[in-house]
């Protein structure tokens, strides 16, 4: 973590239509709400953006310290992919040491570790959220809507921020209907999630 282990960044992968940066809104406001952090900030990638193309989107959580900083962050405490196909080898490289991948694919977090060479430690969390969104009707103009089950999976990986935090943020970023609904999506998610540490 930057800034002697006392701010944690974090970059959301994915594409546009997927919920990125609606996501990153919704961390820093779980950040808050779990009491664990004193500042939250969040921010989206810069340029255009459109649907199905790459984006990304960064929060920056602080346990005791001033946020000042508006940076793009290029070496991430905790990657989170929406979107497995717009992983590339930087991407994978520059996640911190002892940091926290969070993935949504079908390959088990063994399986994510041998098929991207990681030699770095860190923790893995996998759950294949586009299946999970197909089933349940989640996805417009065929893109899976996967950003509030990716944030459950975290909750698995992440001691800081509980489950119940998350969902109390979803409530409050997306309002009492849409949030009951998606905040209930994020705790099924976590039974899909598995989990590796090395």
């Known amino acids: 973590m930057s800034d002697a282990e006392e701010i944690t960044e974090i970059v959301f992968y994915g594409r546009g239509g997927q919920g990125c940066v609606l996501a990153s809104q919704i961390i820093v406001e779980a950040a808050y709400i779990s009491g664990?952090?004193?500042?939250?900030?969040?921010?989206?990638?810069?340029?255009?953006?459109?649907?199905?193309?790459?984006?990304?989107?960064?929060?920056?959580?602080?346990?005791?310290?001033?946020?000042?900083?508006?940076?793009?962050?290029?070496?991430?405490d905790i990657a989170i992919v929406l979107d497995e196909t717009v992983i590339t080898p930087d991407i994978i490289k520059n996640i911190k040491e002892n940091g926290i991948l969070i993935i949504n694919?079908?390959?088990?977090?063994?399986?994510?570790?041998?098929?991207?060479?990681?030699?770095n430690k860190m923790?893995?969390?996998?759950?294949?959220?586009?299946?999970?969104?197909?089933?349940?009707?989640?996805?417009?103009e065929d893109i899976p809507i996967v950003n509030t089950p990716i944030l459950g999976v975290l909750t698995?990986?992440?001691?800081?921020?509980?489950?119940?935090?998350m969902k109390?943020?979803?409530?409050?970023?997306?309002?009492?209907?849409?949030?009951?609904s998606n905040s209930s999506l994020a705790e099924e998610a976590v039974k899909l999630t598995l989990l590796l540490n090395f």
């Open 156 to 165: 698995k990986a992440l001691d800081s921020i509980d489950l119940e935090s």
């Open 36 to 76: 664990n952090y004193k500042d939250v900030v969040a921010f989206p990638s810069f340029g255009a953006e459109r649907r199905g193309a790459p984006v990304q989107a960064f929060a920056r959580i602080s346990k005791n310290k001033k946020i000042w900083t508006r940076a793009q962050i290029k070496r991430p």
């Open 123 to 140: 923790k893995i969390a996998s759950a294949n959220i586009n299946k999970f969104c197909i089933e349940r009707d989640l996805y417009l």
């Open 168 to 180: 109390k943020a979803i409530i409050k970023v997306m309002g009492e209907k849409k949030g009951e």
């Open 105 to 119: 694919s079908e390959k088990t977090p063994e399986a994510l570790k041998n098929f991207y060479n990681l030699a």
